[in-house]
């Protein structure tokens, strides 16, 4: 068919179907660059701004500019200028979304709308040695108070020793006002997120627990890798998002390079004497397939500066020896896994959400991941409780955390007993101009 013909049919198609049309072969994709049909869409998206009160139809517009003016630039600049806008367009919308803070948590209020609104989702792309990827498309959400928990379980993945690396990718639509119900087929954006390596994984990662069929592994930052004990194919994932900077990690990136975070400016206070030591408050959650184990809010946490060894601040948000704070986990705690088949609990394991912000109440250390409870080697002093003691232990750049916990037999239930926080002191001078 001549090409003159092609480029008529084309003119009638919008833009997400031209951008799928020249995927078809390099003769469409050169056709579907083409520089008139493109500008048509994009003045009717965009108009010129106009000095007098008479309005052209799109039509006129484009025939204002000559044919010849259209053409000398090179093929497909139209294109690449209407995806630019829209995308920095999406950003603004995105910005003002999530302005509205949440007192309690110093996190974006309308996280779950914006996720909705812009029907986005999460991809992991498994890439083997030879650089062949396996795209894995979610199959399951479920939403936290602070947090997101994303699944993928199937039947279609690759063995797990020809894999060298994992990434998790936020994906969008390309263009959203005009893709309402988005395909995994249609054109979308990728935003690298976090990128995980699967060579030696059994050897060299941490086993957090086990049923009769999994056995769980633990990539920080947050992502789960359930393996089967039969054959050590891989049975499910599991991505435990924290909500601060989600939408702006899953969106604003690109398919290579990750979002990097605006700089933190300090905020120097040359009068306090312990600035960057009080006034924290700590928002923790910890919770596994829609369920809540515990959820609360402490205020007033503090630091004294004899209290900072070994380049740490400590927090002490449940003190062992104060009865009162001590808190129940509600439930039976276990990290509850399914595949298309198959379903179990694996005990003492779970998700915890921190949220931890300064005293001007912004977000200063946050994280969602994967834990699990150790039976403890030491005996306990609290005569008030009697029962095995069990540890949890968090460690990552910014800090520590430390939770000890005991099993009440009677009640079938555990208790922390235990809750404290350290901080880098390295991150707390970077964050406050102090040096700690």
């Known amino acids: 068919m001549p090409s003159e013909i092609l480029l008529k049919l084309f003119s009638y198609l919008g833009a997400v179907s031209l951008l799928c049309i020249g995927c078809v072969n390099k003769r469409f994709y050169h056709l579907a660059n083409d520089n008139v049909i493109w500008f048509k869409i994009y003045s009717s998206f965009f108009p010129p701004k106009r000095t007098n009160w008479k309005t052209n139809s799109v039509e006129r517009t484009a025939i204002l500019l000559s044919h010849a003016t259209i053409q000398d630039r090179e093929s497909g600049y139209w294109k690449n200028e209407y995806i630019t806008k829209q995308i920095a367009t999406g950003k603004t919308r995105i910005i003002q979304l999530l302005k509205p803070i949440n007192p309690y948590t110093g996190l974006p209020l309308k996280t779950k709308e914006a996720i909705k609104t812009y029907s986005l989702s999460w991809v992991i792309v498994l890439k083997d040695r030879n650089g062949k990827e396996h795209v894995m498309e979610q199959v399951d959400i479920s939403y936290n108070d602070t947090s997101i928990t994303v699944f993928w379980y199937g039947t279609n993945w690759p063995c797990l020793d020809t894999l060298s690396t994992l990434e998790l990718c936020g994906v969008t639509p390309l263009l ?206 609290l005569y008030d409780y009697m029962g095995h003691n069990y540890d949890l232990n968090y460690v990552d750049s910014e800090g520590k955390v430390h939770v000890e916990l005991i099993w009440i037999e009677e009640t079938k239930e555990y208790y922390i007993v235990n809750l404290i926080l350290y901080l880098s002191t390295e991150k707390v001078n970077r964050w406050f101009g102090t040096k700690y």
Request: charged letters at 20%; proline letters at 5%.
């Open 176 to 381: 959203l006002d005009q893709c309402k119900v988005p395909t995994k087929n249609g054109p979308r954006r990728r935003s690298l997120i976090a990128e995980f390596n699967l060579t030696n994984l059994t050897k060299v990662t941490t086993m957090i627990g086990s049923d009769m069929l999994v056995q769980l592994f633990r990539l920080n930052p947050g992502l789960l890798v359930g393996l089967w004990k039969k054959g050590n194919g891989i049975a499910f994932v599991t991505a435990s998002l924290h909500h601060h900077q989600l939408i702006e990690r899953s969106t604003l990136g690109s398919a290579t390079i990750q979002y990097i975070l605006p700089p933190h400016k300090p905020i120097l206070d040359d009068v306090d004497p312990e600035y960057g030591l009080h006034g924290y408050q700590l928002h923790i959650d910890m919770h596994n397939g829609g369920h809540t184990y515990m959820c609360g809010t402490f205020r007033n946490l503090f630091c004294r500066k004899d209290y900072i060894r070994n380049g740490y601040l400590r927090l002490t948000v449940i003190s062992l020896k104060n009865n009162s704070q001590h808190l129940p986990l509600a439930g039976k705690v276990g990290f509850f896994w399914r595949t298309d088949v198959f379903e179990g609990n694996i005990q003492n394991c779970y998700m915890m959400d921190v949220t931890l912000l300064d005293e001007t109440e912004k977000p200063f250390w946050c994280f969602s991941a994967p834990v699990y409870m150790k039976l403890s080697s030491k005996a306990s002093c």
